[in-house]
């Protein structure tokens, strides 16, 4: 299977300068290499020796991700948040043909082949989008609703649904979440029967993203009568067989530009073959996928983060009270300070994970710590900076407002803070025994 013209230029660009990685950083820095005469602001240019676990190539994927985002994308933002949607196709195919949804999937099924770290660096580089509701669309595309399916599914689901979700030619959502059901995913009730070499499916999923323009969903269903943990499997699903209703799309706090739906399976019938990997294994399968959703999660809100911090120090020069820029009040320029180094603290826990990762080590703690963080920070950050902004901070004409309500979520969806504690705590082995 030929790669799409821009995937292949992307790859031929990453395994010519992997190949040359070591001899470009021959010989070793001065201090004053590292040390700067002036303040640099945490949103300067990093080059690969700077950095922890980026190299040359990481950085130029960046950079060819950041033009499309700057002319395809970003332009149309404010109509799309105020539409209630985007064009999930048409974005989704341009991010394809440049290789930007598969860049740690298989070559042979159209991805770069490359590993988490440059998905972290994607998603990124994908929080320089002017609000949080595509950015979480295109990582359910990459990072939700197909790792279970790269990493277990058969060569022929992988050709079926894989390869045009890599290419950007179908859109994908994940079915997990259900009205009684969210970060207790154990819980779920949609059931898929067998019935000769056939799974029956009944029940609903909700909150789904990209649900209403979805092409196929990677669904959680119960599959037997054994305990919750072993009961359930991950099936790739057609959204336009015959039983499949969406019910409705969700109006939401914020998020306003990615389509969120509830979705009914009455008598679903699908092909026993559309089971990802081992029956009974969907929910161990579902974790698996939870350690790189919250990283890619926390990588996205982190870029978030720190433009919003420098959005808000341009704007509170410019503002003046009492005689003089509203920065140059102790509370606020210390306030900014305390966020920006809490950030810093957190995408140091990132690279970490990230590292930790690559190398095949379980990071959920990590990953659990880091999303935890994550969301609790952005609530911080959006709430501290919007008061900055004072009345415009209450306006829908602002980033910062945007933020405020869009980054709540990251406490909520993928596992709730709560659920992100009874993990570390399980971790930790601090749980009470049964």
Known sequence: MALPKGALRLNQLVISRR?????????????SDHVSSRPVPPSAPETAGDHLIYTQEHFALKESLRKIIDQEINPH????????????????????????????KPVEYGGLGLDFSYSVAVSEELGNIRCGGIPM???????????????FGSAELKEEFLLPSILGDKVACLGVSEVGAGSDVSSILTKAVRKGDEYVINGGKMWTTNGT?????????????????????LI???????????????????????????VFFDDVRVPC??????????????????????????????????????????????????????????SVNFRLAELQTEVE????????????????????????????KGGRLAREV??????????????????????????????????ADEVMLGIICKYMDTLPKK
């Open 213 to 233: 323009q979805a092409d196929w969903i990677c669904l959680l269903a119960n599959t037997s009568d054994a305990a919750p943990h072993r009961n359930k499997s």
């Open 77 to 104: 933002v404010d109509q799309w948040e105020a539409e209630g949607t985007f064009p999930a196709h048409k974005i989704f195919k341009i991010l394809g043909s440049a290789g930007f949804l598969g860049v740690n």
């Open 19 to 31: 190949f040359n990685q070591f001899t470009s950083r021959a010989g070793v820095r001065s201090l």
């Open 137 to 151: 669309a295109i990582g359910v595309q990459t990072d939700m609703a197909t790792p279970a399916l790269a990493r």
């Open 273 to 330: 073959k559309n089971i990802i990997g081992q029956e009974g294994m969907g929910f161990t399968y579902q974790m698996l996928q939870f350690q790189e959703e919250r990283l890619w999660a926390v990588a996205n809100i982190v870029t978030m983060m720190d433009n919003i911090i420098q959005e808000t120090i341009q704007y509170t020069r410019q503002r003046k009270i009492f005689k003089q820029p509203v920065l140059y009040h102790q």
């Open 382 to 415: 959006g709430d501290s900076c919007l008061q900055y902004w004072g009345g415009m901070g209450f306006t829908s004409d602002v980033l910062v407002s945007r933020f405020y309500r869009d980054s709540r979520l990251l406490s909520i969806g993928g596992g």
């Open 345 to 372: 603290l957190l995408r140091s826990l990132l690279y970490r994970a990230t590292a930790l990762y690559i190398k095949g080590n379980d990071v959920t703690k990590l990953a659990s710590m880091a999303k935890l």
């Open 236 to 262: 790739c699903l057609p959204m336009t067989l015959p039983g499949v209703h969406i019910a409705r799309k969700i109006d939401k706090l914020g998020m306003w530009s990615s389509d969120t739906a509830e």
